[in-house]
């Protein structure tokens, strides 16, 4: 997978995915430049923020998203407005352009993916590989009971590249589908075993909905493990990364 720097004025083409990978570990002054971008209820969040390190990747992160948002919709990152679903999820309120992407934000440890298409719902998930045993003990528990069987097969020098397939691949559709933490997570089932294509297996009571999903998975960076979902089929995938 090649993360080559993305473009000033990218165009995102029908059918297509674009991913940028952003470095949240930036230096002093490109945090405050990041920062005079944000409004003032994002302000608010990063000042709520008890440790530095986290206040600065939380204001990476935004005003990275507002920056590759303003590409796109060719405005200032300062001009993007966002409206939030029920459960969270931002969109961008309608710019002065005639399409307006659909766009996911995941972070973890020292990277943000953000994935955007013009087609529909998307979600994107990265996880930092290197997490505890205990938080990798907790989320098994939301595991399908397929999965957990799946991952019990698997042998144990690739259990953990299965745990995190599996996990950023539930992570992924539970955002595209933007329900948050009201989703049921053992009502659906993924693929996680290493080797396998990425892909939605099946979701409780929706025949079918393997179907409906698009869904690949991404190698950011060592240690770190990705995966994007898409509502409809056959998406071309670009990856990029924004520098700074
Ligand atoms: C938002 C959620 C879906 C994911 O949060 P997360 O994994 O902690 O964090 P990520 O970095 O991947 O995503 C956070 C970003 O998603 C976006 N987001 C917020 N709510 C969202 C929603 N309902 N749907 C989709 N995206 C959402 C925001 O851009 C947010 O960025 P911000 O925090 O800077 O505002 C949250 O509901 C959650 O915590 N889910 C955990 C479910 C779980 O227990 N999984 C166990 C493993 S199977």
């Not at 559709?173 to 294509?197: N, W």
Request: with cysteine; charged share 25%; net charge positive.
């Amino acid at each position: 997978m090649n993360w080559s720097a993305g473009p000033e004025s990218p165009v995102l083409a029908y059918r297509e995915v674009h991913v940028w990978r952003v470095s949240l570990d930036q230096g002093l002054e490109r945090v405050k430049e990041l920062k005079t971008t944000l409004a003032q209820e994002e302000l608010d969040r990063a000042a709520r923020y008890k440790f530095d390190h986290h206040r600065s990747h939380f204001i990476v992160a935004r005003g990275s998203l507002r920056t590759i948002l303003g590409r796109y919709v060719r405005t200032h990152p300062s001009d993007i407005k966002f409206s939030y679903s029920s459960h969270g999820k931002p969109r961008i309120l309608p710019a002065n352009v005639n399409e307006t992407p659909s766009f996911n934000l995941s972070h973890s440890g020292g990277i943000a993916l953000i994935a955007l298409t013009l087609c529909d719902d998307i979600g994107v998930d990265v996880e930092y590989s290197k997490r505890s045993v205990r938080d990798r003990k907790i989320a098994e528990r939301f595991f399908s009971n397929g999965e957990a069987k799946a991952l019990e097969d698997v042998s144990c020098d690739l259990k953990k590249e299965a745990f995190f397939n599996c996990w950023t691949r539930k992570e992924a559709y539970i955002k595209a589908i933007g329900g948050g933490l009201s989703c049921p997570l053992d009502q659906f089932e993924v693929s996680l075993t290493p080797g396998d294509p990425a892909a939605l297996l099946s979701v409780k009571g929706e025949p079918g909905a393997s179907s409906r999903w698009w869904m690949v998975a991404l190698r950011p960076a060592a240690d770190y493990v990705a995966a994007v979902v898409v509502k409809g089929k056959y998406y071309n995938l670009v990856c990029w990364d924004l520098g700074q």
